[in-house]
């Protein structure tokens, strides 16, 4: 997997360089751009009533916020200090007390009135709650009755009619290793994390093309790459302190380019706050930006390999690393076939990038020694995730950027727990240390001493719409045990999920907060469990990190909410009332035994029982995943693999629609404003050409719309790619097709096509079958 050790830290330099500055306007002044001090004053003010906590936190936990993997205020990339406002954001789910008694028995309906920022900031669970259908209040319980109750409906019922998933609210690998084997013990595959609706398509392409499921390389090898490519990335609003990565590239030379249908103003010009030049005057990020169609990125990416193959032909070894193609690779006659067949015409049409920008492209990677791919949720969240992320593989294998210095392909990670969620076994197609396969069953099935259900289990999106399965059937999803998430704002069409999670017999919501999801009722009753974080875990926990790196965040000395219980410790004590006669076989009395078994069960991880202080980490598989060329597939070799064109086509006069994040961390939203445009929660980026064509002025009332939904919003103009348009998520899920998944890793599909029209236009047929003729219009003429 490889053998070389991490370089540790390296230094910024010391001198500045005013040609990578934005402006010579001192803090950005007048600038549309992210108010970091005024932010930061915001946090200390609402972390005031226990301000040596919060401190203690931020300097000796790891972030629970992105996967970067800052401990305390440093991390393994660069030497100085590391905060960003996402993490500072997150800081109060840590610190803030209790819900007062008299909000959190107030009338359920009073209460739904909230939307989950407002709920968030009620404060946290203080104890089990419960709440039965006619119930106008929640009830306090004791965890007994609580614990009792779920047990008693999980031992009535078939193991397929329950189902666990886990979000990666700083979640551990502790909890995500402890609920994946309870859930086994219990009967149950059907057990899912936050990972599915983000970078699923991510590991389930790297493993059929490289053999591996995570970033083949390390934060430290963009610094100084030749090229370094953000694909569907805006790393700067969603993992601020890559920036400061950015800024390091930029000083030894390296070229940034982005590829998005959105010309991010954050990721061409950034004031880095941690960098007291760039935080003064800013630093220009981007040196090209393509952007490409929604969905047009295979496109655009096999017409950078027919560019490749064409120069092959003038002159041999101009494009194409041949000894790593010839020594590393196959698959590679097949694809430089099936690339030769594409027509231009039709690849600058899928794309929207011209033949001509495809060349300068093809060119720049065609020069580069060196090249990093980092890419995020612009790749996944498509039908055609997997597909998306194997033609990442084949650009880099193509140019031999594997396993090496300064090189590789990274799927960078947005929340601190879920890279080790499938590496613990919180997945319904994994087991920790390998696939859910006869084998790697069998040799778990050694370490945990009892039998493994051999059925496949489903993915959360499946298990949701099987609670509207007949109360017969045997995969009726009945019990629903979920810690954190809230589905009703990170899955397509809202509405069916509400009805979903109301037909569950039993929902238990395992959390530090309430969200809009916890008050929704079910046929029997709802139980929430209050859980700690991860910095009140007693013995420390554990998080890994995109670049692999497994931190331990030590428990750390503070304010205890009354009857919150370590999540890995709940599902214990559950799992031990169901099966009471073999409570011996999941039984921990410390997460350190928990790291001990870890160590056993995935090979990756060995060396995690020995974390046991702050500053404890260690890199599984070494800096470079496939070091040398060597893959970890039957025959060592890497897989090309030939990618047709999705069908991606929009009728004329309709736009492609796709989401994109504001001042939010996942689907928490912090800020009505994005601070990277101006734009407000529901206005609907459009270029101005495409707006002008519609006659549609910006801040005009609009309506989009198809035949899953309706969004009213103002239209914004902005830098996208013409023919297509940009709304906020979780808002835009409305216009989302439910049960679309994509076909090997399970992703929803989070694009669409859609109408857009001025709002009086819509409304003035809206008694008419105007609006339905429009809709039935668009779906002819896409399928």
Same mark, same amino acid.
């Given at each position: ?45 609402? $972390? ?30 660069? *030497? ?14 840590? *610190? ?13 309906? %009073? ?109 430290? %090898? ?65 040196? %090209? ?42 698959? @590679? ?39 990093? @791919? ?75 001493? @009892? ?30 045990? *979920? ?9 397509? %069409?809202?509405? @069916? ?180 445009? $101006? ?96 809709v039935e219009e668009l779906e002819t003429e896409i399928s």
């Open positions: 997997m490889g053998k070389t050790k991490h370089q540790g830290p390296v230094r910024l330099p010391k001198s500045p360089d005013p040609k990578h500055w934005v402006s010579w306007v001192p803090f950005g002044i007048g600038k549309v751009k992210p108010k970091h001090i005024r932010d930061t004053a915001k946090v200390v003010w609402e $972390n005031k009533d226990s301000l040596p906590y919060a401190t203690r936190i931020l300097t000796q936990g790891v972030c629970d916020g992105c996967a970067l993997g800052v401990g305390g205020l440093k991390d393994q990339t660069l *030497t100085g200090p590391h905060v960003c406002t996402t993490r500072l954001n997150v800081l109060r789910l840590n *610190t803030m007390p209790a819900i007062k008694k008299e909000i959190l028995f107030q009338d359920i309906d %009073d209460l739904r009135k909230m939307d989950s920022s407002e709920l968030r900031n009620l404060g946290r669970i203080p104890y089990p709650l419960s709440r039965e259908p006619g119930d106008k209040k929640f009830k306090r319980i004791s965890w007994d009755e609580a614990l009792d109750r779920a047990a008693k409906k999980i031992k009535s019922i078939d193991p397929r009619q329950l189902a666990f998933f886990l979000t990666a609210r700083g979640i551990t690998n502790e909890s995500y290793y402890a609920a994946g084997k309870v859930a086994r013990f219990l009967g149950t595959n059907n057990i899912d994390n936050a990972s599915r609706i983000c970078h699923s398509p991510s590991k389930t392409a790297l493993k059929r093309s490289l053999g591996i499921g995570a970033s083949s390389c390390s934060y430290m %090898d963009w610094i100084g790459t030749d090229v370094l490519i953000f694909w569907g990335s805006v790393a700067a609003n969603n993992q601020p302190v890559s920036t400061k990565y950015m800024y390091a590239a930029k000083r030894k030379g390296t070229k940034i380019i982005v590829i998005n249908p959105y010309y991010e103003p954050s990721m061409d010009k950034y004031w880095i706050p941690s960098v007291p030049e760039s935080a003064l005057f800013g630093t220009k990020l981007a040196d %090209d930006v393509y952007q490409v169609n929604i969905g047009g990125d295979i496109a655009f990416m096999n017409g950078i390999m027919k560019h490749w193959f064409e120069m092959e032909k003038k002159q041999p070894g101009s494009a194409i690393d041949r000894d790593f193609i010839n020594s590393h690779t196959r698959g @590679f006659t097949e694809l430089k076939k099936h690339v030769a067949d594409q027509d231009w015409s039709v690849l600058e049409k899928s794309s929207g990038i011209t033949k001509e920008r495809m060349y300068e492209f093809a060119k720049l990677l065609a020069r580069s020694k060196s090249g990093v @791919f980092v890419w995020s949720m612009g790749l996944t969240q498509h039908r055609f995730g997997t597909d998306n992320i194997s033609q990442v593989a084949n650009l880099a294998m193509l140019r031999g950027f594997i396993g090496r210095e300064k090189c590789g392909v990274m799927p960078i990670r947005g929340h601190s727990g879920v890279q080790g969620s499938g590496e613990m076994g919180a997945d319904p197609f994994v087991l920790p240390g390998g696939e859910f396969d006869n084998e790697n069953r069998k040799r778990i099935e050694e370490i945990w001493k @009892f039998k493994i259900p051999d059925w496949q289990g489903d993915i959360i999106g499946v298990s949701l719409e099987n609670a509207l399965l007949p109360d017969d059937h045997e995969r009726k999803l009945k019990v629903l045990y *979920t810690s954190g998430g809230n589905f009703l704002e990170t899955m397509p %069409d809202p509405g @069916f999920v509400k009805q979903c999670l109301e037909n569950t017999d039993v929902r238990i919501h395992q959390d530090i907060i309430l969200n809009t999801s916890t008050l929704l009722d079910a046929k029997e009753q709802v139980i929430v469990l209050p859980a700690m974080t991860r910095y009140e875990q007693p013995g420390g926990g554990t998080s890994t990190s995109t670049e692999r790196m497994v931190y331990f965040s030590p428990e750390i000395k503070g304010p205890r909410i009354e009857e919150a219980r370590a999540e890995w410790e709940i599902y214990i004590e559950l799992a031990k009332r169901v099966k009471p006669h073999k409570a011996e076989l999941v039984d921990y009395n410390s997460a350190e035994e928990i790291r001990e078994e870890i160590a056993k069960a995935n090979p990756n991880y060995e060396g995690i029982q020995h974390l046991k202080k702050k500053g404890d980490v260690f890199q599984w598989g070494g800096a470079w995943l496939c070091e040398g060329g060597i893959c970890p597939t039957e025959d060592g070799r890497g897989i090309l693999l030939p990618i047709s064109l999705p069908e991606v086509r929009k009728p004329e006069g309709h736009f492609y629609l796709t989401t994109r994040r504001g001042k939010q961390f996942n689907s928490m939203i912090y800020g009505k404003q994005d601070p990277n445009n $101006n734009a407000d929660r529901f206005d609907v980026l459009i270029h101005r050409a495409d707006a002008k064509e519609l006659g549609i002025a910006e801040g005009e009332a609009i309506v989009v719309y198809n035949r899953y939904g309706v969004f009213h919003g103002r239209a914004k103009y902005d830098r996208t790619r013409r023919g297509n348009i940009a709304v906020y998520w979780p808002e835009g899920n409305v216009l989302m097709e439910k049960k679309v998944y994509e076909r090997y890793a399970g992703m929803p599909e989070y694009n669409t096509a859609v109408i857009v029209e001025k709002a009086e236009t819509y409304h003035a047929h809206k008694d008419t079958k105007y609006v339905e003729r429009r």
